[in-house]
């Protein structure tokens, strides 16, 4: 578990040398102080005796999206032609305010990036009329597929607190109209819509397919994601017995996203 090291009056050099120690973020502070993310593997001491640090303190390291993500403060990221950046930010023109949260949904995942891509990809194509966001988490891609020109969103999870931090973002991003947000799984469900998007797990995924399969719309697009490419094949498969075709394949760092069509 990584953790937080602040170092008090550093050389102008400590940055670059803490990354050559394993820092996983690092950044100079005000009054010379230097903060970082180090691995436990490091300890506090070696850290500060290399860098001639005389005084420095230790806290615990907040993970972002489930822990799979570690940095020390939100930032701004693109991700095509939308900016996702904090909240305390001025808004900017195609830019995605997030508060910051424990909620899946930063931006920084490349599951998350995947999934913005292929959104805007097919809103380029042929604007939905509306959106389904499965396991929204902090809203992130039904946010960002109302900027993109898809005039309507229904956003469901089953954690609660994710719907409150979703609701908060689409209400600091003047959202909020076009956002729907419900407690529950595909389950819940009876409508169906022309473009699903479930940034999820593998094995939820699969579990859940006949009833994803069942939301779409006809001819309408599911865009699947948080798939580790050694299970790909699993996944797609499940979904085209289930009469969905594949569109295409996206894949970064280790992580898919399927891009799917219904054949009805």
């Given at each position: 578990m990584p953790y937080r090291l602040?170092?008090?009056?550093?050389?102008?050099d400590a940055l670059d040398r803490i990354i050559e120690l394993g820092a996983i973020d690092a950044e100079f502070l005000d009054g010379g102080r230097l903060a970082a993310l180090m691995p436990d593997a490091v300890t506090p001491e070696h850290i500060a005796g290399a860098l001639g640090a005389s005084?420095?303190?230790?806290?615990?390291?907040?993970?972002?999206?489930?822990?799979?993500?570690?940095?020390?403060?939100?930032?701004p990221i693109q991700i095509g032609r939308l900016r996702?950046?904090?909240?305390?930010q001025e808004p900017q023109p195609d830019s995605l305010r997030l508060v910051d949260s424990t909620a899946f949904g930063t931006g920084l995942h490349p599951t998350t990036a995947l999934c913005i891509e292929a959104i805007e990809e097919i809103a380029q194509i042929a604007v939905p009329d509306s959106m389904l966001d499965v396991g929204t988490g902090s809203g992130i891609l039904a946010l960002a597929a109302l900027m993109l020109a898809i005039?309507?969103?229904?956003?469901?999870?089953?954690?609660?607190?994710?719907?409150?931090?979703?609701?908060?973002?689409?209400r600091i991003n003047s959202l909020q109209d076009r956002l729907e947000l419900r407690r529950g799984g595909p389950e819940v469900l009876t409508?169906?819509?022309?473009?699903?998007?479930?940034?999820?797990?593998?094995?939820?995924?699969?579990?859940?397919?006949s009833l994803l399969v069942r939301r779409v719309g006809h001819q309408g697009r599911l865009v699947l994601s948080g798939i580790?490419?050694?299970?790909?094949?699993?996944?797609e498969q499940t979904y085209l017995r289930l009469g969905m075709r594949r569109v295409r394949v996206m894949s970064r760092s280790g992580w898919v996203a399927l891009v799917l069509e219904a054949s009805w």
């Amino acid at each position: 578990m990584p953790y937080r090291l602040n170092l008090q009056t550093v050389d102008d050099d400590a940055l670059d040398r803490i990354i050559e120690l394993g820092a996983i973020d690092a950044e100079f502070l005000d009054g010379g102080r230097l903060a970082a993310l180090m691995p436990d593997a490091v300890t506090p001491e070696h850290i500060a005796g290399a860098l001639g640090a005389s005084e420095f303190s230790v806290s615990s390291a907040q993970g972002r999206d489930d822990g799979s993500v570690w940095i020390l403060a939100p930032r701004p990221i693109q991700i095509g032609r939308l900016r996702i950046i904090p909240a305390g930010q001025e808004p900017q023109p195609d830019s995605l305010r997030l508060v910051d949260s424990t909620a899946f949904g930063t931006g920084l995942h490349p599951t998350t990036a995947l999934c913005i891509e292929a959104i805007e990809e097919i809103a380029q194509i042929a604007v939905p009329d509306s959106m389904l966001d499965v396991g929204t988490g902090s809203g992130i891609l039904a946010l960002a597929a109302l900027m993109l020109a898809i005039p309507q969103a229904l956003g469901i999870d089953i954690d609660e607190e994710a719907l409150r931090v979703a609701s908060e973002n689409a209400r600091i991003n003047s959202l909020q109209d076009r956002l729907e947000l419900r407690r529950g799984g595909p389950e819940v469900l009876t409508d169906v819509w022309p473009l699903i998007v479930a940034n999820v797990l593998a094995a939820p995924l699969i579990e859940m397919a006949s009833l994803l399969v069942r939301r779409v719309g006809h001819q309408g697009r599911l865009v699947l994601s948080g798939i580790p490419a050694s299970v790909e094949h699993d996944v797609e498969q499940t979904y085209l017995r289930l009469g969905m075709r594949r569109v295409r394949v996206m894949s970064r760092s280790g992580w898919v996203a399927l891009v799917l069509e219904a054949s009805w």
